[in-house]
């Protein structure tokens, strides 16, 4: 049986954290290892400049430490494809040929993009970039070029898949049989929330752990979280309901400690900073492995660019492929 393709990728605007983690690379890993698919990943460049253009050096930077990210959590570049977005001048080639197959109105009313544009005053002001209200269809073009049929992503991205979606029933309707409809993969866990309790853990919010975060690093954020206010001394009974630390507790910590914690939290037995303490060093003992791997790439960058080398390669024939395809169904096979 064919192996099913994957296709997914990350905006390189900053490293992981452990919101990227759960949200959507532990999946892409337990996928890659069943052995069941053909995963390709891809560092989105070009869409990260669409909110990013203005900083060039950013993103450049950002595409290695994205890199180190994937292959420290467990990517494995024999057996998944790992490429740069740019690299591939067949997506921006299909982003102009599927942009006469979505209408600005459809654009304006993407629930991702609309949320995302809110969120940029500072850098569109009250008129957003036709790139930026665009990125959907190269989105699209990204997914389709490796006739990607599965995409491990996290919710905040269903409105783009199935933005993708429309544009390959369309150009399939009036083009004929071409495109591969994608379906998105959710992870079991879901999104994680943010150290001050916020709903999204993000860069900009200030409220994220990081997957290169080193123990005191952990410690620190982990001391700044956001617990019951209610409780003023150790012996005040508190609620874990409303506590950000039990909250992680319940993602990085066993059964018996998170019973334990909340327990003893209820009954006014056990102090904030302990239970702080013993979670900072649980997500740091969880991380340790990846820390360590991100240690050894950071020292060996040429294997890092020898493996993005690689994976750009072999991606640029996969998309090639489907361009051919395109393009006769097109009718731009020109003198073929
Ligand atoms: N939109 C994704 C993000 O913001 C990145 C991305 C670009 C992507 N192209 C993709 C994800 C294709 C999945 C499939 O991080």
Do not use: W
Not at 65 to 84: N, R
Not at 92 to 104: D, W
Not at 106 to 134: C, H, M, W
Not at 185 to 194: P, T, Y
Request: proline share 4%; glycine share 6%; charged share 35%.
């Amino acid at each position: 049986m064919e192996k099913k393709r994957i296709l997914t990728g990350d905006r390189p605007t900053g490293r992981l954290h452990i919101g990227h983690y759960f949200g959507s690379i532990k999946k892409r890993v337990e996928m890659q290892e069943s052995g069941l698919y053909d995963p390709y990943i891809l560092i989105a460049d070009v869409q990260a400049l669409t909110d990013n253009f203005n900083n060039p050096e950013k993103v450049r930077k950002n595409v290695r430490e994205v890199a180190i990210d994937y292959l420290s959590c467990g990517i494995d570049p024999k057996k998944t494809t790992i490429y740069i977005q740019s690299m591939i001048p067949e997506t921006a080639e299909l982003t102009v040929f599927y942009s006469n197959l979505v209408t600005i109105a459809r654009l304006e009313r993407n629930p991702t993009v609309k949320t995302e544009i809110a969120q940029k005053r500072d850098l569109f002001g009250e008129s957003v970039t036709y790139g930026f209200l665009g990125y959907p269809v190269s989105q699209a073009a990204d997914i389709t070029a490796f006739e990607g049929e599965l995409v491990p992503v996290g919710d905040d991205q269903l409105p783009l898949i199935e933005q993708t979606r429309e544009i390959v029933r369309k150009f399939n309707k009036i083009y004929g049989e071409t495109l591969v409809e994608p379906q998105a993969v959710l992870s079991s866990e879901k999104r994680i929330k943010g150290l001050d309790g916020n709903d999204k853990m993000g860069k900009s919010l200030g409220n994220a752990i990081y997957l290169s975060d080193s123990e005191e690093e952990i410690t620190k954020k982990v001391m700044s979280a956001i617990t019951d206010p209610n409780r003023i001394k150790k012996e005040t009974k508190g609620n874990p309901d409303i506590c950000m630390v039990a909250y992680y507790h319940k993602l990085f910590s066993t059964k018996e400690e998170v019973e334990e914690v909340c327990k003893e939290c209820r009954e006014g037995k056990r102090g904030c900073v302990q239970c702080k303490k013993q979670l900072a060093k649980n997500i740091a003992d969880e991380l340790k492995p990846i820390r360590e791997k991100r240690a050894y790439y950071e020292a060996h960058p040429e294997e890092v660019d020898k493996i993005l080398i690689e994976g750009t390669k072999k991606a640029r024939e996969t998309a090639k492929e489907t361009m051919k395809k395109v393009k006769k169904a097109m009718k731009l096979d020109y003198f073929e």
